[in-house]
């Protein structure tokens, strides 16, 4: 599929012209900019976050193994410069963390994230984070607040079988304002925890990590667009964002891929896919 194509059919999923190339859009109160894989900075109010950092340049780190490529990682670069990337880190109020597995949580984003910042992560991840020499990390158990917002935690599940318990403990977070409830899916697939979370939470926008991430044996460590579909039946109303594509070398469902496996369900001008550096309204 060619890129004018593809464009297009972003059109046909709801995408407008100014979100397309919205690179260097400045991020107003109430939205979600992806900047690269499932690193996000999400506004709210005057809260200011960022999930997930993955903050290395291109190919600056080794390819996830066992998965029948070597392309290095990441396979894209960020969207912004070093110094509009300093200004967000700067700004952000806090990082949310929903596990530590390098492409959520690298060694770039280990440096150049100010070793006081405010760290919200799973309480199996806090010891690990601290070790790094963050001074102010906060494990979620249940629900914490911050300012206006309170996070919650919720539960996923990376995988199955064997592989599924080698890729360890994930979270979901979800962030509500008492107005809106935003439901971050970590990475999980579709299952009993992502079900319990949308029906005790009732998201108004969902964002899920998408790429149906693999290795050469096992089932999908990360959402398929079968498992994109179920989320949508359970929350039709939502806004549904899928992310986690095109970065990393085992995420085999690229947005292309995703675009034409919805083109013809009842999926198609619900689901947002997202561009590196793209900004959602809320």
């Not at 100010?114 to 309480?123: R, S």
């Not at 990376?158 to 080698?166: D, F, N, S």
């Amino acid at each position: 599929m060619n890129r004018k194509f593809f464009i297009q059919s972003l059109f046909l999923l709801g995408a407008t012209p100014k979100s397309l190339f919205a690179k260097n859009t400045i991020m107003e109160q109430n939205n979600i900019r992806l900047l690269r894989h499932a690193t996000l900075l999400i506004n709210i109010g005057k809260i200011k976050m960022m999930v997930d950092p993955m903050l290395s340049a291109k190919d600056e780190m080794d390819p996830v193994q066992n998965c029948g490529n070597d392309i290095r990682i990441p396979m894209v670069d960020l969207p912004v410069d070093k110094t509009a990337l300093n200004k967000m880190l700067d700004e952000v109020d806090a990082v949310v963390i929903t596990h530590t597995h390098r492409d959520h949580w690298d060694l770039a984003a280990q440096n150049l994230i100010n070793k006081n910042k405010l760290i919200f992560c799973q309480p199996s991840d806090a010891e690990k984070i601290r070790s790094q020499g963050f001074l102010n990390v906060k494990p979620i158990d249940t629900n914490i607040r911050l300012g206006e917002i309170t996070i919650s935690r919720t539960h996923g599940q990376h995988g199955t079988g064997e592989i599924g318990k080698k890729m360890g403990e994930v979270s979901d977070f979800v962030f509500s304002t008492g107005k809106k409830n935003i439901y971050v899916a970590g990475d999980t697939i579709w299952c009993r925890d992502v079900e319990d979370a949308l029906n005790k939470y009732k998201p108004n926008v969902i964002v899920v990590n998408a790429g149906a991430a693999k290795f050469l044996s096992g089932d999908p460590i990360t959402m398929t667009p079968q498992d994109i579909i179920k989320v949508y039946e359970k929350s039709p109303k939502a806004k549904l964002i899928a992310v986690h594509m095109d970065a990393v070398n085992h995420c085999f469902v690229k947005r292309t891929d995703l675009q034409k496996a919805i083109f013809e369900t009842k999926l198609l001008g619900k689901l947002l896919i997202p561009l590196d550096g793209e900004v959602i309204e809320l």
